[in-house]
């Protein structure tokens, strides 16, 4: 390998693009081990509905940072940025090439960019919290963050209690709001060459798979939504519901597709004696899930897009893994017994 080449490579995009497929396909080429950048894949029992790699594939290839927690628990940016920088040198000690995988853009973003620190955890404000939450309902404290944190507001349903808890905790502990911390990097003006992308002071590829035809993506969509409900996503979620510790306010089932089959389920279990749903309520859910899906693939392409030193790849076209390899050969990559150090 070249002096200059890649010491990690990143593949980004949006949901149903062909990341993981394209992954596994530049395994065949690379030696490389998977960091799974999503988060969904870090959470036990979440499978179908996350599209979690089977366990041939990660049989067949490395990968981290899945099925790490239950499903109660919580997950971060920061301590995805603290995994990954803990990670990718023990693979770059193994002589193999760190690939990280996903499309949680924000965890991107922080592991590029960098978080400024968030006042830590604070028991008896939240406890406050959620003393005012049982007087005055959720949205009530929605409302009250519109009022102090609009940008984190518009992106939280009235109903998250776990985010909108902690969006209010961040603002009374430092009287700064949660988005504040999410804009650490400053805008760089329009001509400006960007800096090359670092973790861990080494300079990677990050490669964006983005589609040409916002159509074709749409259609992806729906066809893996409707092929979940076939291998038995709607089960996986009851299964998650028989679980006590276990309610729809949490991070991991906030999910997207998790959130909309939990809720028909909801609505399913109001009506006596009925445990199955019809042919029109199913199409329902699919429709539902699928616009839900669409909705988070236009936010990831709009974090993708504010990141400039991405290489695009169209991920419709018919040579993607040709053309995917292609980029990083010029970019440096060689199989020649490298041993890449971070």
């Known amino acids: 390998m070249s002096p200059a080449a890649p010491a990690w490579?990143?593949?980004?995009?949006?949901?149903?693009?062909?990341?993981?497929?394209?992954a596994l396909a530049l395994a065949q080429r690379w030696p490389v081990e998977i960091v799974s950048v999503d988060s969904a894949l870090v959470y036990r029992g979440l499978d179908i509905g996350s599209a979690k790699p089977s366990p041939a594939?990660?049989?067949?290839?490395?990968?981290?940072?899945?099925?790490?927690?239950?499903?109660?628990?919580?997950?971060?940016?920061?301590?995805?940025?603290?995994?990954?920088?803990?990670?990718?040198?023990?693979?770059?000690?193994?002589?193999?090439?760190?690939?990280?995988?996903?499309?949680?853009?924000?965890?991107?973003?922080?592991?590029f960019e960098g978080l400024d620190d968030m006042p830590a955890a604070h028991p008896a404000l939240r406890q406050a919290i959620e003393a005012e939450a049982a007087q005055q309902?959720?949205?009530?404290?929605?409302?009250?963050l519109a009022a102090v944190d609009a940008p984190t507001a518009a992106r939280l349903s009235p109903k998250d209690a776990q985010r909108i808890g902690r969006a209010l905790e961040v603002w009374r502990a430092s009287g700064r709001p949660l988005s504040a911390f999410h804009t650490r990097a400053?805008?760089?003006?329009?001509?400006?060459?960007?800096?090359?992308?670092?973790?861990?002071?080494?300079?990677?590829?990050?490669?964006?798979?983005?589609p040409?035809?916002?159509?074709?993506?749409?259609?992806?969509?729906a066809q893996r939504f409707?092929?979940?409900?076939?291998?038995?996503?709607?089960?996986?979620?009851?299964?998650?519901?028989?679980?006590?510790?276990?309610?729809?306010?949490?991070?991991?089932?906030?999910?997207?597709?998790?959130?909309?089959?939990?809720?028909?389920?909801?609505?399913?279990?109001?009506l006596a004696g009925r445990r199955d749903f019809s042919a029109p309520e199913l199409a329902a859910l699919a429709e539902r899930g699928t616009c839900a899906t669409r909705q988070l693939a236009k936010r990831q392409l709009t974090w993708l897009r504010s990141l400039?030193?991405?290489?695009?790849?169209?991920?419709?076209?018919?040579?993607?893994?040709?053309?995917?390899?292609?980029?990083?050969e010029r970019a440096g990559l060689r199989w020649a017994g490298w041993n890449p150090r971070i």
């Not at 290839?61 to 301590?79: F, G, T």
């Not at 003006?189 to 490669?207: C, D, E, F, M, R």
């Not at 040409?212 to 969509?221: F, G």
Request: net charge neutral; charged share 15%; glycine share 6%.
């Open 308 to 328: 400039p030193q991405r290489q695009v790849l169209a991920c419709e076209q018919a040579d993607l893994l040709q053309a995917a390899c292609a980029l990083l």
């Open 9 to 22: 490579i990143a593949l980004a995009g949006p949901t149903a693009s062909g990341k993981s497929a394209l």
């Open 57 to 111: 594939e990660r049989a067949a290839v490395p990968h981290h940072l899945i099925d790490i927690l239950e499903p109660q628990q919580s997950y971060s940016a920061a301590a995805f940025v603290a995994d990954a920088q803990r990670l990718l040198p023990q693979i770059a000690a193994r002589g193999r090439l760190p690939l990280l995988v996903g499309g949680t853009l924000l965890y991107f973003k922080a592991l």
């Open 137 to 144: 309902g959720w949205p009530a404290l929605h409302a009250q």
């Open 226 to 270: 409707a092929a979940m409900l076939e291998q038995g996503f709607i089960d996986e979620v009851r299964a998650l519901r028989q679980r006590p510790e276990l309610h729809p306010g949490l991070p991991a089932l906030r999910s997207v597709g998790y959130r909309q089959v939990w809720e028909a389920l909801d609505a399913l279990d109001a």
């Open 186 to 210: 400053q805008p760089k003006p329009a001509l400006q060459t960007p800096p090359p992308l670092q973790i861990n002071g080494q300079t990677g590829v990050l490669l964006a798979l983005e």
């Open 212 to 221: 040409l035809e916002r159509a074709w993506l749409h259609q992806r969509i």
